[in-house]
């Protein structure tokens, strides 16, 4: 942007066509407008490629499938049965009828 020949105004606010024509030719597209009010950037479209590649493995692979190759212990499969859950439940008690 030059000096202030560049800009005519005309009737107070109003401006040229040509100079209207200039910033419609350059202004950025709305894309480019969005993506930056969100702030998106690169680290943003590797974490999106990271869940969708994540949520991938998981539908295929089944839940659990990273810590059963990582070697944690009670991931994946239920192998272990937890001492706080009861064996049998009486469902005829009165407190299960409707």
Do not use: R
């Not at 690169?42 to 490629?49: C, E, G, N």
Request: negative net charge; without cysteine; hydrophobic residues 45%.
């Amino acid at each position: 942007i030059g000096g202030e020949d560049e800009f005519e105004v005309i009737e107070g606010n109003e401006m040229s066509d040509e100079l209207f024509d200039q910033l419609a030719e350059t202004e950025p597209s709305k894309f480019s407008i969005m993506t930056q009010l969100l702030g998106i950037n690169l680290f943003t479209y590797i974490l999106a490629a990271l869940i969708v590649i994540s949520l991938s493995l998981n539908a295929f692979l089944g839940p659990g499938w990273l810590g059963q190759k990582i070697g944690l212990e009670g991931t994946g499969t239920i192998t272990q049965i937890s001492d706080s859950l009861p064996t049998s439940i009486d469902l005829s008690a009165p407190e299960y009828l409707f």
